[in-house]
């Protein structure tokens, strides 16, 4: 597969020899005498040899045109493929961005939910210190009765021990209480901050998933300016061999029996001409 504009650079001489060939037929044409045989000889012959030249020359277009068809289909195929695939990585690339978007919501509730956790956590332990300071006050009171039950225990009515035991064991059992609650707190403020950072590292994988996926958009999109590119490329060759074979092939067909009417020769000589510029 070649270009077209190098392959007429190539074919430079056959085109200034045919030019040559035609001229030389104009010139005989042009008498008004019948030519010899000899001379009619030399007519045949050059325009067997112009015939011959765009023979290989309608040949070489057809072939080129083929190869540049098929580069066209593939192109297309390569593009259809290209924006398939650049449809469904956007779809994926949407598809992450609800499912962040959600686990940040989700982020957000478990954040509040852990920050009442933790309020409610502060209250327990300065409820706890509370209960804590009366349970040694309550303490301190039953040993001092204790005491002054011992001194006085011999005077009737004077049991107060069991009074003081009882206040110790309620502030004892409400302690009891408050350290269980705590402990359930600092449960669910562990429990909640695992959740965080799960979900935390969920965003994050699901961040760097769209990182991914917006370098394979860029590498497709520039992929699919590529094809677009060759696609175009590949038109133009395809139009521009057509074109020069369906042009060859007009004028083959009016070569008759080795003869070209004046008209055909003129119409050789231009095309020959413009073909030597390049289309």
């Known amino acids: 597969m070649i270009l077209l504009q190098d392959y007429l650079e190539k074919q430079l001489p056959v085109f200034r020899h045919i030019i040559e060939c035609a001229g030389a037929l104009l010139e005989k044409n042009a008498m008004n005498y019948a030519p010899t045989p000899e001379e009619l000889a030399q007519i045949q012959n050059g325009a067997e040899e112009i015939r011959q030249n765009l023979e290989q020359m309608e040949k070489d277009a057809a072939i080129q045109a083929k190869l540049y068809e098929e580069k066209v289909n593939s192109a297309d195929i390569c593009i259809k493929q290209t924006t398939d695939r650049l449809t469904a990585v956007y779809a994926e690339f949407d598809r992450l961005k609800e499912q962040q978007t959600a686990e940040e919501i989700e982020l957000e509730r478990i954040t509040r939910e852990s920050e009442n956790e933790r309020e409610n956590l502060a209250e327990k332990q300065k409820d706890l210190a509370e209960y804590r300071r009366r349970q040694a006050e309550a303490l301190r009171a039953r040993e001092k009765k204790r005491q002054e039950a011992i001194k006085w225990c011999w005077v009737p009515g004077y049991n107060i021990y ?75 060759q395809l139009v521009y061999w057509e074109d020069m074979r369906v042009k060859i092939s007009d004028l083959k067909s009016r070569l008759s029996a080795g003869f070209m009417a004046p008209d055909d020769l003129m119409e050789l000589m231009d095309m020959m001409e413009m073909f030597g510029k390049g289309i």
Do not use: P, W
């Not at 979900?199 to 769209?210: C, F, N, P, Q, T």
């Not at 917006?214 to 133009?236: A, F, H, I, P």
């Open 162 to 236: 069991l009074a003081c035991d009882y206040a110790v064991e309620i502030s004892n059992g409400k302690v009891e209480t408050l350290e269980h609650q705590c402990a359930n707190c600092k449960k669910a403020v562990e429990e909640f901050e695992n959740r965080a950072r799960e979900a935390e590292k969920r965003i994050e994988e699901i961040s760097g998933r769209r990182d991914e996926l917006s370098t394979q958009c860029g590498e497709l999109k520039r992929k699919s300016v590529e094809y677009q590119e060759m696609l175009l490329e590949y038109k133009s």
